[in-house]
C-alpha cells in the first residue's frame, strides 16, 4: 500500500531515546565511570554510596539503599518491614505486576483494590478498606505516570486500622506530596532507576527510600546475602552473618556512575517533560477520540507532579495503537490486563471481570505517548496529528 504524505514527511517517533541526552552528558558520564574504574571496584562499592548519599540529600530521606532493581527494592522494603508469610499486603489491581509479584515473594499475600474515579490512577482508600482482613499487615499504593496517589486518605486510613504503609514509589522520583518526596510519606518506599524512567540507568537499579533507621539496616542486611558489616576473612569469605536469608542485590558502580551523571540534570529533565506534557495536552483536549487527558487531581495540600509517562485515554484504543505503530510512532499500554485477573491470581474467590471496575476500564482505555526530554515540539506534533488522522478516518 503506498504511503500518505503525511507518512512520508512526518519521521518515526519512538516511545523513549535518550541519544542526544547521552551525547551532551558524555563528558560527565565518562569521569564518573574512569572513576569507577580506577577505584577497580565495580559492586557495591564507592560510587554506589555516593549515589546513596545523593540520592538521600535530593529526596531528603534519612536513608538511602542502592539495590539491583526496582523489583527487589520493593521485595526487600517489605521483609524490611516485617511482611512474610501469612500477612496479606493490600496493593491497587491496576499497576505493573511486580507491585504484587513483590508481595507474594516474601511469601504474603497480595489483596486487590480498586483505583480511584478522579484520573490520578492511584489506589482508591474506600476500596482498599473493604480488602482488609484480620491477616492485614500493610497497604501498598502506586504512585502511577505523574503524580502521587491519595494519600492523605490511604495514611488515614492505615493509621485508623493499624496498618503499615509502604509506597511503590518506583516512578516517583520527583513526586511530592506537601514537599514530602514521594515513598517518604510511609514506613518507606522504592525507587526504579529502570533505563526508561526519569531517572534512568542503562540497565536495572533500585533504590530503598526511608526514614526508619531499622527497616534501613534490615534492607542493606537483605541486599548482600545477610551480611552484616565486612568481610572478616577474604579467601574464605566468612562474614558476619545476620542471622536471617539475605539475596545478591547489589548495585553495580558503573550504573551508579550513569546516575549520577545523570542525576546532575534531573531537575532540567523533569522540566522538560512537563513542557511536552503540557504541548500534548494544548493538542489534544478535546479531540476527536481522545476522552481524557492528563490533568492534576485537586489536593487539600501541594502536590508536585512529575510526567515519567503521559497517559491519555482514548475509543478504540487497540486500532490506534496500530494505526501509530504504522507511522513509526511507538506507545505503550499500561496496563491491558489487571492484577486480579492475571492468571496467576485469577483463580481467587471474588477475582472476575467486573469486581473492580475503575481499574478495568482504565486498562481498556489508557494509552501511553511518547515522552522524553530529547522529544521535540515537532514529534508532538507528529503524534497529535496521527491521532487526528485516525479520529478522521485518513489511514
Known amino acids: 500500500m503506498p504511503t500518505t504524505p503525511t507518512e512520508k514527511s512526518s519521521p518515526p517517533v519512538p516511545f523513549f531515546d535518550q541519544s542526544q541526552s547521552f551525547k551532551e552528558l558524555w563528558p560527565l558520564l565518562d569521569r564518573h565511570i574512569d572513576d569507577v574504574f580506577d577505584r577497580g571496584k565495580f559492586s557495591h562499592g ?22 539491583n532493581s526496582g523489583t527487589d527494592a520493593l521485595v526487600i522494603l517489605l521483609r524490611a518491614a ?5 500477612d496479606e499486603v493490600i496493593v ?13 515473594m516474601t511469601g ?13 490512577y492511584g489506589m482508591d482508600a474506600a476500596s482498599a478498606e473493604a480488602a482488609i482482613s484480620e491477616r492485614t499487615r500493610a497497604i501498598m499504593p502506586v504512585h502511577l505516570f505523574s503524580q502521587p496517589a491519595d494519600m492523605a486518605a490511604l495514611t488515614a486510613l492505615a ?46 537499579a533500585g533504590m530503598i527510600l526511608t526514614d526508619d533507621p531499622k527497616i534501613a539496616e534490615q534492607a ?39 546516575l549520577m551523571a545523570k542525576l546532575s540534570r534531573l ?48 475509543e478504540r484504543r487497540d486500532e490506534l495503537v496500530a494505526h501509530l505503530a504504522a507511522r513509526g510512532i511507538g506507545t505503550e499500554t499500561y496496563y491491558p490486563r489487571p492484577l486480579h485477573l492475571q492468571p496467576v491470581y485469577a483463580d481467587r474467590p471474588g477475582h472476575r471481570p467486573g469486581a473492580f471496575p475503575h481499574a478495568e476500564a482504565a486498562c481498556e482505555r489508557t494509552l501511553a505517548l511518547p515522552l522524553y526530554p530529547d522529544l521535540d515540539e515537532a514529534g508532538v506534533d ?10 478522521a478516518g485518513r489511514q
Open 46 to 67: 564507592r560510587k554506589v554510596a555516593e549515589l546513596e548519599r545523593a540520592i538521600a540529600e535530593y529526596t531528603g530521606a534519612r536513608h538511602a539503599v542502592a539495590v
Open 82 to 86: 516485617g511482611i512474610g508469610p501469612g
Open 92 to 104: 491497587p489491581t491496576f499497576t505493573f505486576f511486580a507491585s504484587a509479584s513483590a508481595v507474594s
Open 108 to 120: 504474603a499475600t497480595p489483596v486487590f483494590a480498586d483505583i480511584t474515579a478522579d484520573g490520578d
Open 159 to 204: 493509621e485508623r486500622r493499624g496498618l503499615t504503609v509502604l509506597e511503590d514509589s518506583a516512578e516517583g522520583i520527583g513526586m511530592r506530596w506537601d514537599g514530602t518526596h514521594a515513598g517518604l510519606l510511609g514506613a518507606g518506599g522504592v525507587l526504579s532507576f529502570f533505563p526508561t524512567k526519569t531517572l534512568g540507568a542503562l540497565g536495572d
Open 220 to 258: 542493606g542486611v537483605l541486599r548482600h546475602h545477610g551480611r552484616m558489616g565486612k568481610t572478616i576473612d577474604h579467601i574464605a569469605g566468612i562474614s558476619n552473618l545476620s542471622g536471617i536469608s539475605g539475596t545478591n542485590s547489589k548495585m553495580d558502580d558503573v550504573q551508579a556512575a550513569v
Open 267 to 314: 531537575d532540567q529533565d523533569i522540566a522538560r517533560r512537563r513542557e511536552l506534557a503540557e504541548a500534548y495536552t494544548e493538542r489534544l483536549t478535546g479531540a476527536d477520540g481522545v476522552t481524557a487527558v492528563p490533568r492534576l487531581v485537586a489536593r487539600e495540600v501541594p502536590v508536585d507532579p512529575v510526567f515519567y509517562v503521559y497517559l491519555i485515554e482514548v
Open 382 to 391: 507528529t503524534v497529535c496529528s496521527a491521532i487526528s488522522d485516525f479520529y
